[in-house]
T-cell receptor
């Protein structure tokens, strides 16, 4: 079982809709979670971090963490074509805060 | 400012060459990282430096040799690489080794 799992997609949403990206993790001791956006041929860009249960909002982005269900999600409101990218979910394994365990990423396509 | 710079952007080297990748950050971060990313895969951690000391080596072959000359600089020395080492090499930094990691633009390495 992979430590961090994501649906590879592609997830296709129309412009202006809400995109919902999901991630599950197996390490119950993981404390910190991050969402990175990666455009094709570019490096990952940090867009959200979340450390405690609940929601965290930043502009059009909302990260949600449910430690009981071992589930992390990212909502993108008012999706734009420029949001089309691969979204990587990452967590820090128990006892190794300096490591990031990445999921394989979900490719998001925002259509006109 | 969350800028991490990397040079060169592209590098083509033969299997007998010696080359170095460079990474620099001026954010006062005390943890720096090297990752390797193959196409359509997530980044894989190679090395972690914390307060200029190597804290994690993810069993990377000795043909990759990291160096941290000071708190702002990170080098990756390459020698006798194999074609399968061709990848995007990413540097990242974080405030300390349990905070958000910010990636540089990467060096795209091709080994011929």
């Amino acid at each position: 079982q992979k430590e961090v799992e994501q649906n590879s997609g592609p997830l296709s949403v129309p412009e202006g809709a809400i995109a919902s990206l999901n991630c599950t993790y197996s390490d119950r001791g993981s404390q910190s979670f991050f969402w990175y956006r990666q455009y094709s041929g570019k490096s990952p860009e940090l867009i959200m971090s979340i450390y405690s249960n609940g929601d965290k909002e930043d502009g059009r982005f909302t990260a949600q963490l449910n430690k009981a269900s071992q589930y992390v999600s990212l909502l993108i409101r008012d999706s734009q074509p420029s949001d089309s990218a691969t979204y990587l979910c990452a967590g820090t394994p128990t006892g190794t805060a300096s490591k990031l365990t990445f999921g394989t990423g979900t490719r998001l396509q925002v259509t006109l | 400012d969350t800028e991490v710079t990397q040079t060169p952007k592209h590098l083509v080297m033969g299997m007998t060459n010696k080359k170095s990748l460079k990474c620099e950050q001026h954010m006062g971060h005390r943890a720096m990282y090297w990752y390797k990313q193959k196409a359509k895969k997530p980044p894989e951690l190679m090395f972690v430096y914390s307060y200029e000391k190597l804290s994690i080596n993810e069993s990377v072959p000795s043909r990759f040799s990291p160096e941290c000359p000071n708190s702002s600089l990170l080098n990756l020395h390459l020698h006798a690489l194999q074609p399968e080492d061709s990848a995007l090499y990413l540097c990242a930094s974080s405030q300390t080794d349990n905070y958000e990691q910010y990636f540089g633009p990467g060096t795209r390495l091709t080994v011929t």
